[in-house]
Nanobody, 128 residues
């Protein structure tokens, strides 16, 4: 699976951005997908995740870091092999490089070690 993240940019505090992550392959629905971020000098941290949605899975679950809950929304479009991260009410502390990741047949989770594939990052900068 190859992942391509896009949509980052510079925005003022309180503003919104939508990140996209396009995946290659014909079994995209078999992968749990996640967003992580890494600020300068800090470790990569979990942001949001959405479960796989293949045959046998009863529904789509989502999971968020407490710091973004209520402000960010993760979604997936299996027809387009793409996930999205809608980010509202952005804060300067949301500034980071954002990465998307894929886990084969996983549930929504924030464990970085569970993810098998990673895309390149997209920079998000929130000015105060």
């Amino acid at each position: 699976v190859q992942l391509q993240a896009s949509g980052g940019g510079l925005v003022q505090a309180g503003g919104s951005l939508r990140l996209s992550c396009a995946a290659s392959g014909r079994t995209f629905f078999n992968y749990a997908m996640g967003w992580f971020r890494q600020a300068p000098g800090k470790e990569r941290e979990f942001v949001a995740s959405v479960s796989w949605s293949g045959i046998g899975w009863s529904g789509i679950d989502t999971y968020y870091a407490n710091s973004v809950k209520g402000r960010f929304t993760i979604s997936r479009d299996n027809a387009k092999n793409t996930i999205y991260l809608q980010m509202n009410s952005l804060k300067p502390e949301d500034t980071a490089v954002y990465y998307c990741a894929a886990q084969n047949k996983g549930g929504a989770n924030g464990d970085r070690g569970n993810y098998d594939y990673w895309g390149q990052g997209t920079q998000v900068t929130v000015s105060s």
